[in-house]
């Protein structure tokens, strides 16, 4: 494999000496970018750009081609390929969000689903990052990533979105034996499936718990992080002679830093509500940080976007582990040139922090 020019991200997340804090953007490839959309357009739908390992790519590259100053890309797909190779259908409708044609709502239909093999069920993946990590060419490291068992479990049984996870939480306390199967099951799912994309050239790998946060701190502890920890277990954490970082992000976490900071993990991800200085101050040097900014900040004018990077960078201080980010995804309506203005802030005003 080709030697990376810029590894300074996976630097970061491993607590290494950096010249600049390193940034990406969650939902980097996305529809507020013009390009996106015409590729999208011209694949037809979005699980079409997914499946399709030549458009994953030209889709995971657009942002870098137009950023030069982000330090990572990351696969474009989505958490819920998961749950679609279980057999649950994945489908997309207009304006509603994921849904799927099958639900499970009693033990026995978890106990039909299967574990799906990384390589035979979701190779379109497998495909896109060697695809992909052949295509950048070094430029920098890829990031690879999957939903958090706890986060696909709602979907699963949901059906689709849901505001108050009410099938999932009814299960959680009147059947808490059958959502442990589900969650095991998936836990198993997302270690393969992560190794595989490992395997195939991603650098590092990200867990998203989406929805960790919608739980009381009790059950947060028994079905979502307790599952996470399984799957940072069973992780590959060296390939290509280097060390393979894994970023656990769990949104509205902040109350539970500690716990998750104890769960092996290289760095955690935070939102915008958690302060960094005061989360550096609670994980100490076990973990790196990622994140934090608003997305909403992108919505402003640039001056008042670089002030907004400049409070972060001082809230965090100076030293290595911290890799900038927003608190959660790209929204739509972004105009890319703010998003440039916060990209190109982030290097020019952490330098100082690097002396």
């Known amino acids: 494999m080709t030697a990376l020019k810029n590894d300074r991200f996976l630097r970061a997340l491993l607590k290494q000496p950096v010249d ?5 953007m969650m939902r980097q490839a996305g529809r507020y970018l013009p390009e996106y959309r015409a590729s999208r357009a011209k694949a037809g739908d979005f699980m079409s750009l997914c499946m399709n390992p030549s458009f994953a790519c030209e889709v995971t590259l657009q942002p870098l081609d137009r950023y030069p100053q982000l330090d990572a890309a990351i696969l474009f797909s989505d958490i819920l390929t998961i749950p679609d190779a279980m057999g649950q259908g994945l489908y997309f409708e207009t304006g509603e969000g994921p849904r799927f044609k099958k639900v499970v709502s009693t033990l026995a239909d978890i106990e039909a689903l299967p574990i799906p093999d990384p390589q035979k069920d979701l190779g379109y993946v497998m495909d896109a990052v060697s695809t992909i990590r052949r295509e950048l060419n070094g430029r920098v490291p890829l990031i690879g990533f999957a939903g958090s068992p ?55 790998v990200q867990i998203f718990d989406s929805w960790g946060g919608s739980l009381s701190a009790a ?54 509500t958690c302060d960094i200085g005061s989360a550096r101050a609670r994980v100490g040097s076990k973990v790196s940080l990622q994140g934090n900014m608003d997305p909403t900040v992108l919505y402003a004018k640039p001056e008042a976007i670089r002030t907004e990077v400049g409070r972060i960078l001082a809230s965090y201080g100076k030293g290595s582990g911290h890799v900038f980010n927003l ?22 005003l952490s330098a100082q922090y690097h002396e």
């Open 20 to 24: 600049v804090t390193p940034v990406w």
């Open 150 to 204: 706890w986060t696909l479990a709602t979907y699963m049984v949901e059906g689709g979105s849901s505001k108050d996870y009410r099938k999932t939480k009814t299960m959680l306390y009147d059947n808490p034996q059958a959502l442990h199967l589900l969650l095991d099951k998936l836990a198993q799912t997302v270690t393969s499936y992560l190794n595989g994309q490992i395997l195939a050239g991603a650098q590092a």
């Open 327 to 348: 608190g959660h995804g790209i929204t739509p309506e972004v105009d890319p040139e703010h998003a440039g203005a916060f990209l190109r802030a982030v290097h020019e």
């Open 219 to 272: 059950a947060y502890q028994e079905f979502s992080l307790a599952y996470m920890k399984k799957i940072v277990s069973g992780l590959i954490r060296e390939h290509e002679g280097r060390k393979v970082p894994v970023i656990l992000f769990t949104k509205n976490g902040g109350l539970w830093l500690e716990s998750i900071a104890d769960a092996g993990a290289d760095a955690l991800g935070l939102d915008w």
